[in-house]
């Protein structure tokens, strides 16, 4: 069974398309987190949320 972990990012209402694609590449590129929502408020602010993979080693004796 897959588990993830989950982190919440919110863009303001000014923030650019570009700056928000930086910042969410930067994220997947070296976080290894992946786009799993993005909601549009109607106040104009974005929040974004990510996901990813926990990898659990299991332990043998």
Do not use: C
């Amino acid at each position: 069974m897959l588990e993830y972990e989950y982190q919440e990012l919110r863009f303001p209402r000014g923030t650019s398309r570009s700056a928000a694609r930086q910042a969410l590449t930067e994220h997947a590129e070296y976080g290894r987190w992946e786009l799993a929502r993005v909601r549009l408020y109607p106040d104009g602010t974005r929040k974004v949320t990510l996901r990813r993979k926990i990898i659990r080693q299991n332990r043998f004796m």
